[in-house]
Nanobody, 117 residues
């Protein structure tokens, strides 16, 4: 079991940046996969970025070159740096943890990101 708490969401203009942070309730060094998902109004939840203990990183095509995921096993955190934000990035962003990036077992409560045009 692990509890995940996201922070860093907010309102930003298009072209701006935000940094999301996810704090875990315990060590994440043995959690194989950490990730960030998002869900926009009326849309299905989608994987944005994921990172494994082995250093493998996944990005959705829509965010490649703009978002960067990083995990700090010493601080038990996973961050998502989001640059060049677009209105279509508006969504609730969720931190996840589990054995597989694409099949998370644990979810945070989410943090709202709103990008205005």
């Amino acid at each position: 079991q692990v509890q995940l708490v996201e922070s860093g969401g907010g309102l930003v203009q298009a072209g701006g940046s935000l940094r999301l942070s996810c704090a875990a309730s315990r060590s994440i060094s043995d959690i194989a996969a950490m990730g960030w998902y998002r869900q926009a109004p009326g849309k299905q939840r989608e994987l944005v970025a994921g990172i494994t203990t082995g250093g493998n990183i996944y990005y959705a095509d829509s965010v490649k070159g703009r978002f960067t995921i990083a995990r700090d096993n010493a601080k038990n955190t996973v961050d998502l740096q989001m640059n060049s934000l677009k209105p279509e990035d508006t969504a609730v962003y969720y931190c996840t943890a589990g054995f597989l990036v694409h099949v998370p077992s644990f979810w945070g409560q989410g943090t709202q990101v709103t990008v205005s045009s």
